[in-house]
């Protein structure tokens, strides 16, 4: 089993940066690809970044260029750096794991934390 449990959520300005983090326990950590998911009020939730275990990396077109995923293998941790945000990427975040990296990417992976809050507002 692996718990994951995300941090670093807030309230930030429009075009401010944010960093959140994932921390992961149990089972082995450098076997699990990792993804960043965001559901806002009335969407669907939807990928935000994903990093394989080779430490390959998908983004959703929305966030190209201005998030960025890393994983730190032997601190068993996520992050996501977020710059230049909008209004738009308020939402709550999650993480997610899973074995097989098209589960994580498909938002159907075994693992998932309980979210973390950001909101993008002036």
């Known amino acids: 089993q692996v718990q994951l449990v995300e941090s670093g959520g807030g309230l930030v300005q429009p075009g401010g940066s944010l960093r959140l983090s994932c921390a992961a326990s149990?089972?082995?950590?450098?076997?699990?690809?990792m993804a960043w998911f965001r559901q806002a009020p009335g969407k669907e939730r939807e990928l935000v970044a994903a990093?394989?275990?080779?430490?390959?990396?998908n983004y959703a077109d929305s966030v190209k260029g201005r998030f960025f995923i890393s994983r730190d293998n032997a601190k068993k941790m996520v992050y996501l750096q977020m710059e230049s945000l909008k209004s738009e990427d308020t939402a709550v975040y999650y993480c997610?794991?899973?074995?097989?990296?098209?589960?994580?990417?498909?938002?159907?992976?075994?693992?998932w934390g309980q979210g973390t809050q950001v909101t993008v507002s002036s």
């Open positions: 997610t794991a899973d074995e097989t990296f098209s589960s994580v990417v498909d938002g159907r992976g075994t693992y």
């Open positions: 149990g089972g082995i950590f450098n076997i699990h690809h």
């Open positions: 990093i394989a275990v080779g430490k390959s990396t």
